[in-house]
Every structure is written in C-alpha cells, then in structure tokens.
C-alpha cells in the first residue's frame, strides 16, 4: 500500500511541476479491457468496461511521459459452474514515443511500468492481490485546433491473468500553449 501511494504522490508531484508548462495536458478514456484466465482446462473470458484517468507532458514533437489510473472494470464469467470476477486497477508510469504524422495526427508508442491491485471473487470471496509490472501501447493522437486531443489507446498488462489487453478512446486537454 505505501509503495502505491508514494507512486500515485510522485505522478501527482511531477505533473502539478508541469501544470502550467507548455507541453502539460491532462484527460480521461473510456473501453473495453479483455481479461483471460485459464484453470484446469477451462477458460474465463469478459470484455468489461474501464476507465482511464491520465496526465503527461510533452517534451517534444516525439518524446513525452505519462502518468495514469487505470481500472480495467469487472470482468464475470463461470468457471466449472463457479461465479468468477476479476478486475485490475493501477497506477501507470510510461515513456511515450511520438510520430508526427501531419500537423494534426501524431501515432504513439508507449512503454511502461504499473503498479496496482487484482481483485478476483470466488465462492463468494474476494482476494487482493498486488499487481505490478510492465505495461506497453500504441495509438493515435488527434489535435484539433483548440488544446483539446482525441486519442485511441490499445495497452497490454503484463499479470499474473493469462491476457489483460484494453482498447479505448478519449480525450485530453493541452495547458499552457
């Protein structure tokens, strides 16, 4: 639990630094995760829906950091005639390389680390489980003429789940341009 909370402090204490910089921006997305687990043969499989909430800066038109939370939704299924749920929420730490594609269109590639917690419910039961590992994307980055961005992001877990993949659109607000 300390170890999450002096994450989510140094993504806080890094982009309040930015806030007012030009290259800071902030925003949220919305998507469907897949959550895959497999036991004895038989397989767990949802699409749930998740969310996002995100904060980065730009260094440049091709470098940028990338600090978010993520919640992946529940995801139910029946597993031998069991009732099974199993949900991921973290804390995301990312590099991001960035391709101008045009003056408005820039695809991204990201690599990180996230730290977070499995839930899954069984019987009844709920257990808790610390999550932490790497994480890595791609997706596009739409500017409009405004500060605002749409953005479409596709991201990968690595978990103790056999696949937790989200594919997700959103959005994000420049500051300080």
């Given amino acids: 639990m300390l170890k999450r909370l002096l994450f989510a402090v140094g993504i806080l204490v890094l982009s309040s630094s930015f806030a007012l910089a030009e290259g800071f921006y902030a925003g949220a997305g919305i998507g469907i ?56 929420s973290a804390f995301t730490f990312s590099v991001v390389g960035l391709i101008p594609m045009n003056e408005q269109t820039r695809l991204f590639g990201k690599l990180g680390y996230y730290d977070g917690e499995e839930e899954v419910t069984a019987f009844g039961i709920t257990v808790d489980e610390d999550a932490d590992g790497l994480t890595a994307g791609f997706g596009f980055r739409y500017e409009t003429q405004s500060a605002f961005t749409i953005r479409g992001d596709i991201d990968w877990f690595d978990t103790d789940l056999d696949t937790v993949w989200s594919i997700g659109v959103g959005f994000h607000v420049l500051f300080g341009n």
């Fill in 33 to 88: 995760t897949q959550i895959e687990d497999s036991e004895d043969g038989e397989s767990f499989k949802d699409n749930p829906f998740g969310w996002r909430l995100l904060a980065g800066y730009d260094f440049s038109e091709s470098f940028a950091i990338e600090g978010s939370y993520v919640n992946s939704g529940e995801a139910e299924d029946t597993i031998q005639g069991i009732d099974v749920k199993a949900e991921l």
